[in-house]
């Protein structure tokens, strides 16, 4: 999936354990534990790409540059 680091930061970071901005999980004011997030270029797997669509013929209403997870393999829309 192609994102701005803006809507990146929004999707759990698919890396190793650890990776990933950790964000404490609470039931009941009770920790359950961590949600790792994505941090976009901050994580040596980012990936920049000049692609502005987010499909086939559909373009990202948000500006800028865009990129993705290298961890999670590339996107289908740049296979």
């Not at 990146?8 to 354990?17: M, Q, V, Y």
């Not at 290298?70 to 829309?77: C, D, K």
Request: charged fraction near 25%; aromatic fraction near 8%.
């Amino acid at each position: 999936m192609i994102l701005t680091e803006r809507e990146a930061e929004a999707t759990r970071c698919c890396g190793p354990e650890g990776c990933g901005r950790g964000v404490s999980v609470k039931r009941n004011d009770a920790p359950t534990g961590v949600i790792h997030y994505c941090i976009g270029s901050e994580c040596m797997g980012w990936r920049w790409t000049s692609e502005m669509f987010d499909g086939a013929d559909s373009y990202r209403a948000e500006p800028g540059p865009k990129g993705y997870c290298g961890r999670a393999g590339l996107p289908l829309e740049l296979q």
